[in-house]
Each structure stands twice: as C-alpha cells, then as structure tokens.
C-alpha cells in the first residue's frame, strides 16, 4: 500500500496517490475477508516491501543499513537500519516525496508547494508537462490527446524538445 502504513494493524493511514478514500483503511482485514479460506494475511507499506526484498533476497543482503528508494506514481523511500525498515513515530519516516525541494514550486498534495514528488515522479512528470508544454508547440506530444509518462520518457530519449 502507497503512503504511510502500519502493518501491525493493518492500517493504511492514508494513500495519496490513491484518492481522498484511501484514509483509514484496514486494508490486511478487508484483503483477509475477501480470501475464501483461512490463511495468513501480511501487509505492508509498497516502497518498504521493496526495501525488506532487497534486504532478503538483493543487493540489500551484504548490508544491514541501506536506503531504497522508488519512482512511480510518486515518491517514496525506505531506510533499512540494523536489518530493520525504519518507519517513524506516524510511519511515514521515509515519505521523501513530500520532503519540500522548491518552497515555491508546484502544488501539490495538502496544498504543498515544491514538493520532490511534484518533480520526480509521474505526477511531477506530468506537472511539468503541463507547466512547459506552451513553450514547445512543435514537440511531438502535442499530437497526443492525453499525454502519458511513457510519451514524455520516449520524447525525452529522443531530444524531443530541440525543435
């Protein structure tokens, strides 16, 4: 689960990127009531799954402190330290991508401004798409009617913006 998460409960505090209803959620009990037999259900922050991946079966193995990090719908990192996921007092200890990189840059979520996530990542992508679009009417993601991540990535490989 995106955003900060308690996986003692189960409790997914809120998840951003998943919208205003994702706040509150039991999601280990809601996924445990839908499985039709008994069996045991985990849950987890989806940037700290990745990190205690890493931790077990990557590169994480031959350290017992490291930093994970992901670029994805948005932001997000994972600390491991002494072989532990490093998760904070309200588990969001790692939460880099609403860390305030340009203080009057793009709102974001909360009515943040210049947060990491609104640079480095797929909303950020597509926040700056919007933002500098206007400048580049020869770019070929003008042809496109909805202009994905994937579209600005390809126009970037190919120096898209040199028009």
């Known amino acids: 689960c995106p955003g900060p998460f308690d996986p003692d409960t189960g ?27 008994d069996v045991p259900v985990f849950a987890e922050n989806d940037v700290n799954a990745g990190g205690l991946g890493e931790a077990v079966f990557g590169i994480g193995r031959q350290y017992s402190d490291f930093v994970f990090s992901t670029v994805g ?22 939460e880099i991508g609403h860390i305030v990189y340009e203080p009057e840059g793009r709102v974001g979520d909360f009515g943040l401004r210049g947060t990491t996530e609104m640079y480095i990542s797929g909303k950020g992508f597509s926040a700056g798409y919007h933002q500098h679009a206007p400048h580049y009417p020869n ?25």
């Open 11 to 37: 409790l997914s505090l809120y998840a951003v990127n998943m919208g205003a209803n994702w706040r509150e959620i039991n999601l280990r009990a809601e996924t445990a009531r839908r499985i039709s037999f």
């Open 73 to 94: 719908t948005g932001l997000g990192g994972c600390a491991v330290v002494g072989g532990r996921v490093l998760r904070g007092t309200r588990f969001a200890a790692m």
């Open 139 to 163: 770019s070929s993601l003008m042809q496109h009617a909805s202009v994905s991540v994937q579209h600005i990535l390809e126009a970037a490989r190919t120096e898209d913006w040199h028009d």
